[in-house]
């Protein structure tokens, strides 16, 4: 009965304790303050940078931000200094562990920031003409495609 009895209070105890941890909505994020943080926004770019202050509607203020852009295999960081983000443009945020996303050791290649660009260039080209053929495909079936509607990915 003893024994019973504490592990109640000790379970009570613990409720408490994870009770105190947890901070609802915006708040749970001042936890990431001062951290490398990841943060992919609605227009489908990927920021990395330090969290240096977050307000009441999730607006973020990056510090040593960077842009990196992703095609293929490949990337290349386009260097942003401080950046402002208005919080609903957040589709996803958090925090980066150096040791796993070496990009390197992700088989990812750096490559210089005019490469990239072309290649995204390139990416978009191709994307726009697959529109293209899938919005003509739609049509001679009488349906309505309405092509760039990712341009608000999220």
Do not use: C, W
């Amino acid at each position: 009965s003893s024994d019973l009895t504490k592990l109640i209070l000790l379970d009570s105890l613990l409720q408490e304790i994870m009770s105190l941890s947890y901070l609802p909505g915006t708040a749970s994020l001042l936890e990431e303050l001062d951290k490398k943080l990841m943060v992919l926004l609605r227009d489908g770019r990927t920021l990395i940078g330090y969290l240096r202050s977050i307000d009441q509607f999730a607006n973020l203020v990056l510090h040593k931000t960077i842009e990196r852009i992703h095609v293929g295999q490949s990337y290349g960081d386009i260097p942003r200094g401080v950046f402002v983000v208005r919080g609903e443009n957040v589709v996803l945020l958090g925090e980066i562990d150096q040791e796993k996303t070496e990009p390197g050791a992700l088989g990812l290649v750096e490559v210089s920031l005019e490469e990239i660009l072309e290649k995204q260039a390139v990416q978009q080209q191709e994307k726009e003409e697959t529109d293209r053929i899938r919005a003509k495909a739609f049509k001679e079936r009488g349906l309505s495609y309405t092509a760039g509607a990712e341009e608000d990915m999220y």
